[in-house]
């Protein structure tokens, strides 16, 4: 049977609509909405786009791709059951483990039997009268429900190089965001790669290990110190399962909700030789312990941040041997960890093959186009057997606008966000009743699938209390989502990324209009977050308005 026989078929629930909820999305933010949907008893339809479950670890398949967070804290933690039933293999989980892992809990809570693979939802137009969203796909095919959760992740809209000639190449290229589910075969090959954010920090040192050359197309550097993954043995596994709830519970109390938590003394303060082994100790540690088990001021303070700057410089220099390239591989706009900082696993020593070359698009070589042989700087034209496009997202918003998502009087969302978004904790828009989003702008991420669970379990007090009170629909109040707009400003003000063009704040030169920088997420301290949810609860939702 088709999907849209089927869908014809499907007997409406009250009120003519299809579902009681439609989930867009089918990564981890979508499967636990589901589970918890379900729980409450709501009758939901997750729409995906890909042909499988999975979200980024199933799009993202390059080479190296992986958690550069620590596995035991980046899962599910609502089951006590599937945490001591799944063993994570290493450390920083690799894709294929990862995605293994989210089949498995899919396999277990049944959840795919409420998902529609293959259907990218272009459209959400609410319907006042009715009460209720009609969510179009790509095919035509429509569905109408009371409820409707965005579950489409903060980098999903992926974004090719706008660069002249972009699709003349007549080899293959790839985005990281779509690579190929057969292994690509770079042996013997010539291989190019745009781009050096965390994605291709991850896959240079592996394309480079089979390639016959690659050369790697360097606009700005970014900062990367080292992952440091192991393997966990069964014994280690067994231990942290013992040690769950102390794990998850001091996540929950950390600003990101990582395990890493900022030493309270502040860089100058202390001695330099005190500092320095300090620094050494972090950079030989696994995980983001550099980037946020350090000194409380690093990320705030010029000087301090000059200072951790200067130590990772030094360690670039060290690592690679032509000091040259090292030094091009030195960021000269953006101090350590004003960018989210990408963990490397051999990254600086890729480029003491005699395989891989560096070129500088910036200072040396601007690239002018690409051709159908390979890629056009100002100095020659270099060929290509394989071209790699990791030239990243349209962050947090990227994936919005993609959707045409019209609330109360056929207001377009992108319009609403037209100078930043506007939302109540991240979670609703004002004007777009019954919109609930999983990770939307302005709410607290930090460690994602922890912010995530955090998400959904608001959202799901949201629907409890609801269903207590025989109401159909919520809606933000405007003096709430004015105020939670201003906290959001505030908290970024402070910090040094907040003067740096990323992802994080909203710049994307591959996109028209995303020049100016926005503030994205909630920056500010995640316990804070958390108890500010906590107090919206126990107060019993008087900041959203219901009917
Ligand atoms: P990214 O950090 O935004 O990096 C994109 C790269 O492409 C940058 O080096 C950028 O240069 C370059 N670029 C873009 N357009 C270009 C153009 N037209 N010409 C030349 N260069 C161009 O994207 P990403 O590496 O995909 O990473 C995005 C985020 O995904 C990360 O920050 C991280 O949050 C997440 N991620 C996580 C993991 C993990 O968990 N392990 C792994 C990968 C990614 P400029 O810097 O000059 O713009």
Redesign the pocket.
């Given at each position: 049977m088709s999907a849209s026989a089927e869908l014809a078929e499907r007997p409406r629930t009250s009120r003519g609509s299809d579902f009681d909820a439609i989930i867009i999305g089918a990564g981890i933010s979508g499967m636990f909405m589901l589970y918890r949907l379900r729980e409450l008893g709501i009758k939901a339809r997750v729409f995906e786009a890909g042909a499988d479950l999975g979200g980024t670890w199933y799009w993202?398949r390059y080479p190296g791709?992986?958690?550069?967070?620590e596995s035991w804290t980046y899962g599910y933690s609502f089951s006590k059951e599937l945490m001591q039933e799944w063993d994570w293999k290493e450390h920083?989980s690799p894709q294929p483990d990862t995605l293994e892992y989210l089949n498995y809990v899919a396999q277990k809570f049944d959840l795919r039997r409420d998902m529609q693979f293959g259907s990218t939802v272009t459209s959400a137009h609410w319907d006042d009268a009715a009460n209720q969203w009609t969510v179009t796909l790509e095919n035509g095919e429509q569905a109408r429900s009371r409820l409707l959760f965005t579950a489409i992740g903060i980098?999903s809209a992926?974004?090719l190089?706008?660069?002249p000639g972009r699709d003349s190449f007549r080899g293959p290229a790839y985005h990281?965001?779509r690579w190929p589910h057969t292994p690509v075969d770079f042996s013997g090959k010539r291989v190019g790669i745009?781009?050096?954010?965390?994605?291709?920090?991850?896959a240079i040192p592996e394309i480079a290990r089979q390639a016959k050359h690659l050369t790697v197309?360097?606009?700005?550097p970014?900062w990367a110190a080292p992952l440091h993954n192991a393997k966990i043995g069964q014994a280690e596994m067994q231990e942290i399962k013992s040690r769950y709830e102390e794990i998850y519970a001091h996540c929950a109390k950390t600003a990101s909700w990582f395990i890493h938590e900022a030493d309270r003394r502040k860089t100058l303060d202390v001695p330099p030789e005190e500092r320095e082994a300090f620094w050494e100790k972090l950079y030989a540690e696994p995980g983001f312990g550099i980037w946020m088990g350090n000194f409380r001021d690093i990320l705030i303070d010029e000087k301090a941040n000059a200072a951790i700057s200067e130590f990772i410089a030094k360690k670039i220099r060290q690592r690679v041997k032509d000091p040259k390239v090292a030094d091009k591989l030195i960021p000269k706009d953006h101090g350590f960890g004003t960018?989210?900082v990408?963990?490397e696993s051999g990254y600086f020593e890729a480029y003491n093959r005699d395989n891989v070359t560096l070129v500088d698009?910036?200072n040396d070589e601007p690239?002018e186009c690409i051709t159908p042989k390979g890629v056009q700087t100002r100095a020659r034209e270099y060929e290509f057997d394989i071209l790699v496009y990791?030239?990243?997202?349209d962050?947090v918003t990227g994936a919005f606008d993609r959707i045409d998502i019209r609330g109360m009087d056929g207001m377009h969302l992108k319009d609403a966000w037209t100078d930043g978004p506007r939302t109540y904790l991240g979670m609703l828009a004002e004007g777009f009743p019954n919109l609930l989003m999983v990770l939307g702008p302005h709410t607290a991420r930090g460690n994602i699938p922890q912010a995530i669970e955090h998400s959904v379990e608001f959202q799901a007090g949201i629907l409890r209390f609801m269903q207590e009170h025989n109401y159909t629909r919520v809606e933000t109040r405007p003096e709430h989502v004015a105020e939670w707009t201003q906290i959001v400003i505030k908290a970024s003000e402070p910090l040094l990324s907040s003067k740096v063009?990323?992802?994080?704040t909203g710049?994307?030169?591959?996109v028209e209009g995303r020049t100016v920088r926005r503030v994205l997420g909630y920056n500010g301290n995640g316990v804070h977050f958390r108890r500010k949810t906590d107090e919206v609860a126990k107060g019993g939702y008087q900041e959203f308005l219901f009917r």
């Open positions: 993202n791709a992986r958690f550069d967070s920083f980098l992926y974004t190089p706008a660069i990281p965001a745009i781009g050096t954010g965390a994605t291709a920090i991850q197309f360097q606009r700005r970014n960018r989210r990408p963990l698009t910036i690239i990791a030239t990243g997202f962050g063009d990323s992802w994080q710049v994307n030169r591959n």
